[in-house]
């Protein structure tokens, strides 16, 4: 380090310089006898530190130090004098000198000297390393009083986030910078800055307050550090606003995606999408249209567009059109640089356009060029996308509703118009059976059972279709025994191989094994001749049914559970249909497949299994 020594007695230069030399051999030393000379070599030289006498010919120690502060800032400057007094010092310490010194004392003083350059020499370069990099960042700096989180210092970065000159956030508050925003005061952020210090990985979020009012959500997080003698909180403040803003519209929309499934009807589903568009997504314009008797037909409009701001377009037509058709969502950002948009206003510059599943498009516009972001759209995607379940839904459950209606239409007309006819041509076939015996009326007697027959399974599969509702735990075992003994089984032979309990309507159940156990015995006697025997056993996730006979060839094993099949003339071809059906109404899945003494084996899967 290089020390300017300036004294106007050479003598005494001299030997500063051979004494500092010997004390320290990181010192070199070059001098001056007066100011002047000083303040050129201050220009020609670089210099760490200055050593001063009080007393010179042309000036004194403190107008040199005056001139020196107005020239070279901060510079290290030590008032090394002759002459001591409590005045001179006083001076010294208000006009900004480093450190002061009294001749005298022998080579100890100069030893005392050497260290109070060292020092000084290493704070001004540690200073000056501090303050370089606090003013350069490119992230917000403030320097805090460790016990009140008081603004001791700021840089230019942390001034432009909020928006304040570095005088106004100079000794300000944290109550006076915070946001208000419930939960969120002074001895709170005092507490979260501590932990921050003693735990170097934690930083928070926290709401500073901006110059004109509004919130700025920024990450903090800080360390401690000395500065001129005195131990302060270094805090890094990072502006996370949008990455905040973005979080707390997530989760409100994910919030508003229920309230949005709980619609029941389209309009209402369509219109609370609108509201959230408006109120979180901050879209002021934007509408719904949904696919309806061959158009795209507007369902709900925000309060901020005009009352014709969107219209019935045809489901190939402009952007609504191509959005719907594609399914794909698109980012406009000047219309007038698109070919393919026909915007319901000439106003409308730009804007954002998403399919709502395949149910319809929504939209959001703006009359300014590129105002919608990326963010915006991926947003409204997954605003729209609960939309879309909900109108899934309500669409399912009209196609529902309207079919279970064409059910029981068709439930009525078997069970009044053709069950009452039957009923009749059977009691007068046994009145004739009294009066004549004729083989024909057997032959008649077995065509009226058949249809008897094929009107109850009928009835039976319009009728108990449906999704089932209610359940109840049912021992596989007993249960399937008694199905059994309801079964007219011949020479038959069951076999229960386990006693798992699931959950099931018990109706309906019953009517799966009564129907399997029926297809068994009517359709799968052995080639050798033998009685079938019929198995029940658990599996996994379910249980299957099997027998030992003839089985099904691989080419019918998909056509088994189609209405109407049958291999037999005896057979209605609805019971396999049945068993489909009510496998179906509980949730479960059932196929067909080779048993393991090669008859036909019917597995159920996807059963709620209780033990």
């Not at 990450?219 to 805090?235: F, K, M």
């Not at 599943?357 to 997954?382: C, N, P």
């Not at 009835?459 to 008694?482: C, Q, Y």
């Not at 658990?538 to 099904?552: C, H, K, N, T």
């Amino acid at each position: 380090m290089t020390v300017l020594h300036v004294d106007d007695d050479e003598d005494f230069i001299a030997l500063t310089a051979e004494l500092l030399g010997r004390q320290s051999d990181r010192i070199t030393v070059i001098s001056a006898t007066e100011a002047s000379e000083a303040l050129d070599l201050l220009e020609r030289e670089d210099v760490d530190c200055v050593v001063s006498d009080y007393e010179m010919s042309e000036t004194d120690g403190l107008e040199l130090l005056a001139a020196v502060r107005e020239r070279h800032g901060e510079l290290p400057f030590i008032l090394f004098t002759g002459r001591g007094s409590e005045e001179i010092a006083s001076e010294a310490i208000s006009v900004g000198v480093t450190d002061y010194l009294r001749k005298g004392g022998g080579s100890d003083q100069f030893a005392l000297l050497a260290n109070r350059i060292e020092n000084a020499v290493e704070q001004a370069r540690s200073r000056v390393s501090y303050w370089a990099v606090f003013e350069n960042t490119d992230v917000g700096l403030t320097v805090r009083d460790v016990e009140t989180g008081t603004v001791v210092d700021v840089n230019q970065e942390y001034c432009d986030m909020l928006g304040y000159d570095r005088e106004t956030l100079s000794d300000s508050t944290l109550d006076e910078l915070t946001a208000d925003v419930p939960g969120y005061d002074a001895e709170r952020g005092i507490e979260l800055l501590e932990r921050a210090i003693a735990e170097p990985e934690f930083s928070f979020e926290w709401p500073d307050r901006r110059s004109d009012g509004t919130t700025c959500w920024v990450e903090l997080d800080a360390t401690l550090v000395e500065i001129e003698g005195r131990e302060r909180s270094l805090v890094t403040v990072t502006d996370v606003h949008e990455r905040h803003e973005r979080e707390a519209a997530l989760a409100t929309l994910h919030q508003v995606a229920t309230e949005i499934q709980e619609c029941e009807t389209v309009e209402a589903a369509c219109e609370r999408t609108i509201d959230a568009a408006e109120s979180i997504l901050d879209f002021e314009m934007c509408s719904i249209l949904v696919a309806e008797d061959g158009w795209l037909v507007p369902k709900a409009l925000s309060a901020g567009a005009p009352d014709d701001g969107a219209r019935r377009m045809r489901p190939d037509q402009g952007l609504a059109g191509e959005t719907y058709q594609t399914g794909e969502s698109t980012l406009l950002t000047d219309v007038l640089a698109d070919d393919i948009s026909e915007p319901a206003k000439a106003s409308y510059r730009s804007g954002i356009s998403v399919p709502v599943g395949e149910s319809g498009v929504f939209q959001a516009v703006a009359t300014e060029v590129d105002a919608f972001s990326q963010e915006d759209l991926e947003l409204a995607e997954l605003l729209v996308s609960h939309t879309a379940r909900a109108l899934d839904r309500l669409r399912f459950e009209g196609e529902l509703r309207r079919q279970n209606e064409r059910l029981e239409e068709f439930a009525s007309v078997v069970s009044h118009d053709l069950r009452n006819p039957l009923t009749v041509a059977q009691g007068n076939l046994e009145l004739l059976a009294d009066e004549y015996d004729s083989e024909h009326l057997d032959h008649v007697r077995e065509a009226l059972d058949r249809m008897a027959n094929i009107t109850e399974d009928t009835l039976r599969l319009a009728r108990r279709g449906d999704a089932v509702e209610e359940t109840s735990p049912v021992d596989l075992a007993a249960f399937a025994d008694r199905c059994w003994n309801v079964v007219h089984t011949d020479e038959a032979t069951l076999t229960v191989t386990d006693s798992p309990t699931v959950s099931a309507d018990r109706t309906r159940l019953q009517h799966v094994f009564e129907n399997l156990f029926r297809n068994s015995i009517d359709h799968a006697t052995p080639a050798d001749g033998t009685t079938v025997a019929i198995t029940v056993g658990a599996l996994p996730s379910g249980f299957y049914v099997e027998d030992d006979g003839v089985g099904i060839p691989e080419d019918e094993q998909c056509r088994v559970f189609d209405p109407g099949h049958t291999t037999t003339e005896e057979g209605t071809g609805f019971g396999l249909a049945i068993v489909e059906e009510f496998a179906t109404a509980h949730g479960w899945t059932v196929h067909v497949t080779e048993g393991s003494d090669g008859g036909a084996r019917f597995v159920f899967t996807g059963v709620e299994m209780l033990d």
